[in-house]
């Protein structure tokens, strides 16, 4: 007998082990065949695949990168798996293999619209990338990738708009993941062009920047306050707590100092500046505005001449300072 027809004589056993638990590796050398070939019985005949340790975020990775036209088996070879490994993975967590047709289409997109900063659009675009955005460190890889949560997925849709950009959203549905039941579902823009990753480099849009971000002096002036709302959209908060009246920003140090020394110098207010004390959050700190009058200075200054913001937070604003009825639909 080949190895193929001892394992088609112990398909029950082999269904049986697998539901126990076995792993992969392990039925595999019971039965002195190859990884690959293991898989491969597996795959065709519908024996359950699922691999308990591979971690949630590889998974999300392969998926994200399958789904931005990589090959799959380019991916299984990165991180090490069997092609069918990664073949049970896009068609358990994602949409299934495309056909041929489909697996390389490139959407259109104005690929020069990052190569200056010289509209209100941009500039806010840009602050929201410096907070929320996340560019591939893997060398040759330009992706691109802005997640944010369902509620304020409108803004990816004005972000499409603004750049022509024809791919739909990725969405995510975290509800199906039991370790990130608190989390809200998200939505996720993912732009994979060159001429673009390399043009939000030049302004400082690089793999791993959340402790190297430096606050863009290049701007001209009637550009910094856009870009402030983009940084305050992705890692502000705004209180809608009428007896505390705050708004804060997470961000590197330069970032934090730079944006407090232009809006007290601008507005003359006061902000507050601490050190976060965590190992892991090494170089990041904090600014805050306290008060009804210095609160309604800065958000006066954010939001004037405003074509993109999240609403939710516009929202916050309008109720905090002007006494209008919070939009209760934004903040489900």
Same mark, same amino acid.
């Given at each position: ?39 491969h019985?597996?795959?065709t005949?519908n024996? #359950?695949? @699922?691999?308990?340790?591979? =971690? ?5 990775? !392969?998926v &994200?990168? +399958?789904? /931005? *036209?990589?090959?799959?088996?380019? #991916?299984? @070879?990165?991180?090490?798996? =069997? ?5 049970? !993975?896009? &068609?358990? +967590?994602? /949409? *299934? ?22 509209t ?23 992706q ?39 989390q ?6 993912i732009?994979d ?48 707590n ?24 601008k ?18 700190y904090?600014?805050?505005i306290h ?12 939001y004037e001449?405003?074509n993109i ?23 489900e």
């Open positions: 007998m080949n190895m193929t027809e001892i394992l088609r004589a112990n398909e029950n056993e082999i269904r049986l082990l697998r539901i126990q638990g076995m792993r992969m590796k392990n039925l595999a050398q019971k039965y002195n065949v190859s990884y690959s070939i293991m898989t019985f597996l795959t005949h024996i #359950i695949l @699922k691999e308990s340790n591979i =971690d949630l975020d590889i998974i999300n990775e !392969i &994200e990168r +399958y789904n /931005n *036209g990589e090959r799959y088996d380019y #991916i299984a @070879k990165d991180f090490h798996f =069997d092609k069918e490994k990664v073949r049970f !993975i896009l &068609e358990k +967590y994602g /949409n *299934g293999v495309k056909e041929k047709s489909d697996a390389f289409r490139i959407y259109n997109i104005d690929k020069h619209f990052f190569d200056d900063i010289n209100d659009v941009k500039a806010y675009i840009l602050g929201l990338l410096y907070t929320d955005g996340c560019r591939n460190k893997r060398e040759n890889h330009y691109i990738t802005l997640k944010l949560q369902d509620r304020d997925v409108d803004i990816l849709y004005k972000i499409k708009k603004a750049m022509n950009f024809e791919r739909p959203l990725k969405f995510i549905d975290l509800s199906l993941q039991p370790r990130d039941f608190n809200r579902n998200q939505y996720s823009l732009i062009n060159k001429q673009i990753a390399s043009s939000l480099e030049k302004w400082g849009i690089i793999p791993n920047k959340t402790k190297t971000l430096k606050f863009p002096d290049f701007l001209s002036e009637d550009l910094i306050s856009h870009f402030i709302r983009g940084c305050w959209d992705g890692d502000g908060t705004i209180s809608h009428l007896k505390e009246q705050k708004a804060s920003f997470i961000g590197t140090y330069d970032m934090c100092v730079k944006i407090k020394e232009h809006i007290e110098n507005l003359n207010v006061h902000f507050t500046i601490r050190k976060i004390e965590s190992l892991s959050m090494d170089n990041l904090t600014i805050s008060g009804r009058i210095q609160l309604k200075k800065f958000l006066d200054y954010l001449d405003s913001h999240f609403d939710r937070k516009y929202s916050y604003y309008r109720y905090m300072c002007y006494g209008e009825e919070l939009n209760n639909s934004l903040l």
